[in-house]
């Protein structure tokens, strides 16, 4: 009896184990990819923010080597991410009774060119968008930028990852 005990236990055991390694936590798989390219980002939208094509660019690269094993090289990676921000606007989202704005949306769009030299059929050419709403009354500087900056390009670097690696 202790013999069927002990192989049951054992058996239950290694099949944890074995399903569990099959799991990313991180819902990517990179497959047989072992390096990772990610070329500047160009900011070519009509209204220029002139931090934001160095940070989407390095979001990229830390979102990606934080939840990938992935190495960063600078050229011949087996998944290739190129683009440029093509959007950068501020749009009044509502108004108030004396005719301004209540409140004011900033949207970022960035066309990302994703190749994955290993598996061909995963390549893709998509536009990401994401927005940020601020009071009307506050100017899009300090620490408003830097908040709607940080929930936008959260987002929309999420998405990418989620649309490259995580297949979603």
């Known amino acids: 009896m202790k013999k069927i005990i002990f192989t049951t236990l054992i058996s ?10 099959a799991y990313s936590f991180t819902g990517g798989s990179t497959g047989n990819a072992k390096t990772l390219q990610v070329d500047f980002f160009p900011n070519e939208a009509a209204l220029i923010e002139p931090t934001l094509s160095q940070r989407f660019t390095q979001d990229m690269l830390d979102l990606f080597t ?3 094993n992935l190495t960063t090289v600078s050229s011949n990676g087996d998944l290739y991410f190129s683009g440029e921000i093509t959007g950068y606007r501020i749009n009044p989202m509502s108004a108030t009774a004396q005719q301004t704005a209540a409140q004011n949306r900033l949207t970022i769009t960035v ?6 030299k290993l598996i061909e059929k995963d390549n893709f050419e998509k536009q990401f968008s994401f927005y940020s709403d601020f009071d009307g009354s506050a100017q899009l500087t300090g620490s408003i930028l830097e908040a709607a900056l940080d929930e936008i390009l959260e987002r929309i670097t999420q998405d990418v990852f989620n649309a490259s690696v995580a297949k979603w």
């Open 111 to 116: 066309n990302v060119r994703f190749e994955n």
């Open 12 to 21: 239950i055991t290694a099949l944890l184990f074995i399903a569990c390694g």
């Open 66 to 68: 934080r939840q990938t």
